[in-house]
């Protein structure tokens, strides 16, 4: 049971955060050097055309009251006109939303499962200074691996699998096929970091009593494993999968790129080069939003499986 202290708490940095963030995507536009409209519209544009957006943009109230305003239509889901398609920006953020979820879903999927199948087997084949040639092989090869950026492993995978091999396709969202690569370039770096996180928690509390306990009682492996050891050693890795997966939206902003998803990072990198300022505003808001939602989650599921945590915290 969570305390209502640690929940207070927690929703009350929540919405600290929600506020800077909100305040933070409404100085951007007023931070950009020179006229943002003229900037979006391009220097060929008509002073009255540009007078004109301005006007309908708000941008020609005072400050305060474009803050309030600004707010005021996020609270009503509004988050404005797109400057260069002259759409609601609202309309994009649905038409393109459901696409990197696609892709975020299945990634973060495989990453939690690469790191734990991998984490426990070199754990189980490592401990006790068994094997140092397969230690010394698997931390050298996570280290690499988890230092690529992932617009090189794209590029790498693409080069092999799609161009040398022909196995997948180079680009695209056509089929189940055209979500491998893609998922794979998110999934596997991370997922040789978090591995090394897995096999240090589990070698720890194989050390524990109840583990010996466990062993006394001549349990299967299998069972002393799964059923009592990576329970208990799940909450380091929850802790770091969360953050991976906020991580995940920094990724997907190169990988849909790379890739050609028709999702919200290749909208926000064309917005960017065609300064619609309106449209990286209410991206930024939405990846913020995704990444602070993502957060809240795991710190409500850690004090749930370690109620500790919340006498900690409060």
Known sequence: MLSSTFLTRRIGRLLVSVWVLVSASFAMIHLVPGDPVRSALGLTASPEVVEARREALGLNNSLPTQYVDYLRSLLHGDFGTSIVSNLP??????????????LAVPAFVVLMVLAVVLGVVTAVLTRGGRRPGLHLG?????????????????????????????????????????????????????AAVLSRVVRAELLSVLDNDFVRTAKSKRLPARIVYLRHALPNALTATLTIGGLLLAGLAAGMVLVENVFQWPGMGTVLVQSIQQKDYPMVQALVLVYGGL????????????????????????
């Open 89 to 102: 920006v609202s309309q994009v953020i649905q038409e393109r939303l459901p696409a990197s979820l696609q």
């Open 138 to 190: 698997y931390t050298a090869a996570s280290t690499i691996v988890g230092a690529i950026p992932d617009f090189i492993l794209a590029v790498v995978l693409v080069a092999v699998f799609a161009v040398g091999l022909g196995w997948l396709p180079v680009a695209g969202r056509d089929g189940i096929s055209s979500f491998i690569l893609p998922v794979l370039t998110l999934s596997v770096g991370a």
């Open 291 to 314: 990444t602070l939602t993502i957060n809240l989650c795991v710190d409500l599921l850690l004090a749930f499986l370690d109620p500790r945590s919340t006498v900690k915290a409060s």
